[in-house]
């Protein structure tokens, strides 16, 4: 059975930082392209970053320079070190694990990340 599980959400003042966790069982992650996810209330799910399984990242515009995605495979684990939060940061952060070749796509259940300004 596949999980993943995210932890290190919260609330956090604007400019101040957090870091988000996804620790995947069930699959090996290292083989799947990572990603975190993010949706406001009221808006559509949207991408934040990923890193594909040879180490490649990419992010929206509206986080790059803030937040770092990066992974440790050893530990089957992803991260989301998220910098300089401004209020329209304010979502539920989802991680996700994708596999296309092979039709594998999971998701986690959500962590909550609220910043006040």
């Known amino acids: 059975q596949v999980q993943l599980v995210e932890s290190g959400g919260g609330l956090v003042q604007a400019g101040g930082s957090l870091r988000l966790s996804c620790a995947a069982s069930g699959i090996i992650s290292s083989l799947y392209t990572m990603g975190w996810y993010r949706q406001a209330p009221g808006k559509q799910r949207e991408l934040v970053a990923i890193?594909?399984?040879?180490?490649?990242?990419n992010y929206a515009a509206s986080v790059k320079g803030r937040f770092t995605i990066s992974r440790d495979n050893a530990k089957n684990t992803v991260y989301l070190q998220m910098n300089s939060l401004k209020s329209e940061d304010t979502a539920v952060y989802y991680c996700?694990?994708?596999?296309?070749?092979?039709?594998?796509?999971?998701w986690g259940q959500g962590t909550q990340v609220t910043v006040s300004s």
């Open positions: 996700n694990a994708d596999q296309p070749k092979f039709g594998n796509n999971y």
């Open positions: 890193v594909t399984s040879g180490g490649l990242t």
